[in-house]
Nanobody, 126 residues
Framework: QVQLVESGGGLVQPGGSLKLSCVLS????????MAWFRQAPGKEREGVSC????????YYADSVKGRFTISKDDAKNTLYLQMNSLKPEDTAIYYC???????????????????WGQGTEVTVSS
């Protein structure tokens, strides 16, 4: 059974940094992509960043480009999201996701992913 467990969320001041982690366990050999999504209260879930497993290409939402970095430690089966220069509008629950299919032009569509974690909450506030 595939399981994703996120951690690393918390309360941070504007301009601060956080690093989220997502540990993947179970049958993992056929996944093509791993991604981070977020959902703020009253808003739809949106794609934040994605890592294509085969070629290590990375994708970012325009709102986080230059501030967030996605990476993966294969030995630990762990996906990371380094978040710098955080803004109040980054406040949301952040979810890790993975899937068997990958289309670069649709990396930010939730329906592309088959498995999801339960989320970790990030609050950016002074």
């Amino acid at each position: 059974q595939v399981q994703l467990v996120e951690s690393g969320g918390g309360l941070v001041q504007p301009g601060g940094s956080l690093k989220l982690s997502c540990v993947l366990s179970g049958f993992t050999s056929n996944f093509y992509a791993m991604a981070w999504f977020r959902q703020a209260p009253g808003k739809e879930r949106e794609g934040v960043s994605c890592l294509s497993i085969s070629d290590r290409n990375t994708y970012y939402a325009d709102s986080v480009k230059g501030r967030f970095t996605i990476s993966k430690d294969d030995a630990k089966n762990t996906l990371y999201l380094q978040m710098n220069s955080l803004k109040p509008e980054d406040t949301a629950i952040y979810y890790c996701a993975t899937g068997f299919n990958f289309v670069a032009t649709a990396w930010d569509r939730p329906h592309m992913y088959d498995y999801w974690g339960q989320g970790t909450e990030v609050t950016v506030s002074s």
